[in-house]
């Protein structure tokens, strides 16, 4: 049972860097705010959820850039 | 006077104004067939023989469609080496070629027309948008060290030439200049900029305005031309309660309007087309909304047409009388080219 176990963390923990490394992943606070809401935000056409993809992002910058 | 001739009259006076009456549909790319199937599209341009180039940000891929939407090739994957794509393209511009902004691999994709890559472009900082005429490439990108964008030139191997643009919205001046309201400095200053195709002549725009639509052109060099100013459709200023902090802390108003403009394309030497958002809200919830074609003079800043666009859509490119919109909403997203009478 400790050895799936193990099997299994080892597993979330290489996808985790897979994820964590991929080229798409999000760029550091510098140009998180930027990146977000032009770039990321981008994908949405209907304003409402365009102006709450916008929102997040700020909220976001605040609470892991500041 | 007679009952039916002014009716007539009347209609006449509001037919310009009404509905989609002057956007015809030329073309609609997009089903569940293999080579019409999209999963995010990003970017979508028009050539001068009307071919539709479209890049899909989640497929990594970049197509090319005849002027009857009829799939003729498809390059890219995922991956970071030559030939493939991110899955954060973040957009597509044609001017004697090709130009795909692969932000996630900080690369600008140069290729022909049949799709062959010419070459690659490493970019030392993000860039939100990029055009181009010429020899010269334009990138809207953050001013270093400041809250706002400017226009960087580069050539097209790469190398800076010259950064211009650094106005800011009126409005932007009111925010506090704490670590919050820098953010908000930022995300309601961006602006949004087209190139005359057969000048290079650059027009740029607020993407959030104020009381005013200001639209600034620059020579192809950089060099500043003049401002046109047109008015809303409605009166309207920029809602200053968001300006004060995050909108989730903030106290609504029972209504408010909100406008964006969300692109702006030169169709060509005399006239701008604005993508341009009425968004009504009470409290904090959008309650009405609608998207206009906006038709600008470029000498008069006068507004010579104006058409409703249809919802949950956003326009990708334009030129001349043809309008590429691209929808990701519904089942099968797609790119429709429109072609605008009026």
Redesign the interface.
Known sequence: MKKVLLAFFMVLVLLAAIVDFSPASVPPCDQYLEWCVFTYCRQYYNPDQYLQCVNKCAENYVLNCL | MDKKLLCLIIILAIFPFSGYADLKKVISIGSDDINYRFF?V?GAVLDDQGNVYICD?KGSFLRKYDPNGMFIKEIGRYG?GPGEF???I?GLYFSDGLFVLD???NRIVELDQELNIKRYIKLSR?A??IMGFGNNLYMIS?IPDRFSFEVEIRDREGNYIKSFFDRRPVFIERIEQS??GQ??S??YS?IAATVERKTGEVAITFQWPGETIEIFMFSKDGEFIKKIVSDHIIKYDFPEFRLKG???NLRFPDKSN?I?IRSIHSLDEKRLLLEY?V?EYNQDK?VK?N?YILIVDKNSGQLVHRELLP????IADAIKNYICV????GDVPEVVVYRLDY
């Open positions: 995010g990003a940000s970071q991110s899955n954060t973040s932000t996630g691999n993000l939100l948008s953050r670590k919050i953010a908000i930022l995300i961006s995050l909108p989730s909100l964006m958002w968004n959008a909304e998207e919802l949950k859509s956003g691209i929808s990701n909403e």
